[in-house]
C-alpha cells in the first residue's frame, strides 16, 4: 500500500457513485428528487445524533470539570462563528462553485452550489476523514476510510440524483483536506488524545445538524463558517483539559 491510498478511495467512490446518480437521477420526477433530498436531510440527522451523542460519554465529561462539556463545545462553535464569519468562508465557497458554474454549466440546468457545497461539507465534516487519513499517514491502515469511502459512494448516488453532476466535484475539497490531515500523521503521528477526538465529533455533530436543516428546507445555516469550530475545539479541549 501507499500513503493516500484511503484518499484515494475515497475520492474515487464519490465520482462513481456521483455518475451512478446522474444515471438515475434522469429517470427521477422533480418530486421524487425533492424527496429524496428530504431523505437525505433526515439521514443526515441520524449522522449528527450519532455524533452528538458523545457529548454525553463519560470519559468526555471526566476530562474537564463538571458541567464544561458543554461550554467547552459551545465556545468552539461561537469563536468559529466569528472567525469564519470574519474570513468569509461560506461567501469564498459559494463564489468558487458560482466560478465553477460560470465555467461548465452556464445554463444553469443543475442546483450547481447547492450540490457542490453541500455534498463537499457533508463529505468533509466527521471523525473518520481525520482519524482514518492519520491512520493512513502512518501505514497503520485504511480501513476507517474504506468504511467512510463506501458511505460517502452511497450518498453520492443520493445526492447526484437529486442535485446533479457538481457533487462530483466535491471530491477535489475532500481529496485536499484528508490529503492534508495525512501528511499530518505522516510526519507527526497521532496528535490528537480521545478527549480532543470527541470534541471535535460533537462539534462536527453540530454542524451536520446546520447541513440537515438546510437540505429540509428550515434554516439556512452559513456551516461554511463555522468550519473553524473544528479545528479550535480540540485546541480549547486541550487547554481546558491541561488548566481548568
Not at 478511495?9 to 422533480?30: A, D
Not at 456551516?223 to 479541549?237: E, H, K, S, T
Amino acid at each position: 500500500m501507499f500513503v493516500g491510498l484511503g484518499t484515494a478511495l475515497n475520492v474515487s467512490t464519490i465520482v462513481v457513485g456521483s455518475l451512478l446518480g446522474l444515471l438515475i437521477g434522469k429517470k427521477f420526477t422533480e418530486s421524487t428528487r425533492d424527496l429524496i433530498t428530504t431523505c437525505l436531510g433526515f439521514v443526515t440527522l441520524f449522522a449528527a445524533a450519532d455524533s452528538i451523542r458523545h457529548m454525553w460519554d463519560r470519559s468526555f465529561e471526566a476530562s474537564f470539570p463538571k458541567g464544561w462539556a458543554l461550554l467547552l463545545i459551545l465556545a468552539s462553535l461561537l469563536v468559529g462563528a466569528v472567525v469564519g464569519s470574519a474570513l468569509r468562508i461560506e461567501d469564498r465557497v459559494e463564489k468558487l462553485g458560482e466560478s465553477l458554474k460560470q465555467r461548465f454549466d452556464a445554463n444553469g440546468s443543475s442546483p450547481f452550489v447547492e450540490g457542490f457545497a453541500s455534498a463537499s461539507l457533508l463529505f468533509v465534516i466527521g471523525p473518520m476523514a481525520i482519524l482514518g487519513s492519520i491512520s493512513d499517514g502512518m501505514h497503520t491502515g485504511i480501513q476507517q476510510l474504506a468504511l467512510k469511502s463506501v458511505l460517502d459512494g452511497v450518498t453520492s448516488i443520493a445526492f447526484a440524483s437529486s442535485l446533479g453532476w457538481s457533487v462530483s466535484l466535491s471530491a477535489i475539497p475532500v481529496g485536499l483536506y484528508q490529503l492534508a490531515w495525512t501528511a499530518v500523521g505522516f510526519g507527526l503521528g497521532n496528535i490528537l488524545s480521545g478527549y480532543q477526538v470527541m470534541a471535535l465529533t460533537v462539534t462536527g455533530g453540530a454542524l451536520l445538524l446546520g447541513i440537515a436543516l438546510r437540505l429540509l428546507k428550515i434554516k439556512d445555516v452559513a456551516v461554511g463558517n463555522l468550519l473553524p469550530a473544528l479545528f479550535l475545539a480540540p485546541l480549547f479541549a486541550l487547554a481546558l483539559h491541561q488548566f481548568a
